[in-house]
């Protein structure tokens, strides 16, 4: 896989079915994701590329990308399969991720973080809906569209789930719930909810509520549960992350409650 992430890394351009592939533009979780144009419609698309020896490396992916239909999660436009490349052929977000727009202009006031949140809170929320749970929410993996809009991407970790926990860990270690660390099984949609919490606390304070020199000291201070709110956040937006970032799973809110708390809905129409 690195040799052929190596190959295309530089700025070469090829065809491929009716695109023509352009620059790169990132890296997911199991591939690279570069600009593409549709031929025909000189349409701009993304496009992830995988290198896999077994489709089932990436089948996961694409069905929850074809079974999602949702305003703030990218568009999966077309699959072509090659010999040992999978292409994906997603809606493009030119505004780049969350985590570049909090690096660029800083964290973000409750009164503007409010509207994209909700925008997380709506196509996480509905993934689960749609019984997958994405298992690597990070601002790395939300992009922004020309309006700033919220794209969910990046379901190289997603799974479908039922009544039964999962056991596989994974996700990216800051944002990792933690009973990902205690290798306890777990659901699926409570890890979702923590790592949607440490979203927002980057989003208004611009850095991580637990922070670890190595991962054993990350792990351990995320056992802990114990993070500093700043002062300078409102007591409703203290409630609502405590309730998010709570070391036990059983005692973090759904989605669908969360979508119905104070803070979130403050200034909005359904408030």
Same mark, same amino acid.
């Given at each position: +896989?690195a ?9 070469v351009e090829?065809?491929?079915?009716s695109?023509? $592939?352009?620059?790169?533009?990132? =890296?997911g979780?199991?591939?690279?994701? %570069?600009?593409? %144009? ?6 701009e698309?993304a ?7 077994d489709y ?6 694409? !069905? ?13 436009f077309e699959v ?7 292409y *994906?052929?997603m809606? !493009? ?8 727009y909090?690096? =660029? ?5 409750e =009164? =503007?973080?409010?509207?994209p949140?909700r ?6 929320? !509905?993934?689960?809906?749609?019984n997958i ?5 990070? #601002? ?5 569209d +020309?309006?700033l ?5 990046d379901?190289?970790l997603?799974?479908?789930? +039922? ?5 596989? &860990?994974c996700?990216t270690?800051?944002y *990792? ?7 306890? #099984?777990?659901?699926g949609?409570?890890?979702?909810v923590w ?5 927002? !606390?980057k989003?208004?304070?611009? &850095?991580?509520?637990f ?9 351990e201070?995320?056992?802990s549960?114990?993070?500093f ?13 405590q309730?998010m $970032?709570?070391?036990?799973?059983g005692? %973090? ?5 969360? +979508?119905?708390d ?7 129409q359904r408030?």
């Amino acid at each position: +896989m690195a040799d052929f992430f190596e190959d295309t890394s530089a700025n070469v351009e090829w065809h491929i079915g009716s695109y023509r $592939i352009l620059n790169g533009i990132g =890296k997911g979780s199991f591939g690279e994701v %570069r600009l593409a %144009r549709h031929i025909m419609t000189s349409t701009e698309v993304a496009v992830k590329i995988v290198n896999y020896e077994d489709y089932a490396d990436v089948a996961e992916e694409i !069905y929850s990308l074809q079974e999602l239909n949702h305003p703030n999660i990218t568009t999966l436009f077309e699959v072509i399969n090659t010999h040992q490349q999978v292409y *994906m052929f997603m809606e !493009y977000a030119p505004e780049g991720t969350l985590h570049e727009y909090i690096r =660029k202009c800083g964290p973000f006031s409750e =009164k =503007k973080a409010r509207a994209p949140f909700r925008q997380i809170l709506s196509a996480v929320h !509905y993934c689960h809906q749609k019984n997958i749970v994405h298992r690597d929410i990070k #601002p790395e993996n939300i992009l922004l569209d +020309m309006g700033l809009n919220i794209k969910l991407a990046d379901f190289g970790l997603s799974e479908v789930f +039922m009544e039964e926990k999962l056991t596989t &860990v994974c996700g990216t270690n800051p944002y *990792m719930a933690p009973e990902l660390f205690r290798l306890e #099984p777990y659901e699926g949609p409570k890890v979702d909810v923590w790592s949607v919490g440490i979203v927002l !606390y980057k989003m208004l304070t611009g &850095v991580l509520p637990f922070v670890g020199k190595n991962l054993e000291e990350l792990t351990e201070y995320i056992l802990s549960g114990v993070f500093f709110i700043p002062y300078s956040l409102s007591v409703p937006c203290h409630k609502l992350l405590q309730k998010m $970032i709570n070391i036990d799973a059983g005692r %973090r809110p759904t989605l669908g409650i969360i +979508m119905q708390d104070r803070w979130v809905n403050t200034g909005s129409q359904r408030s």
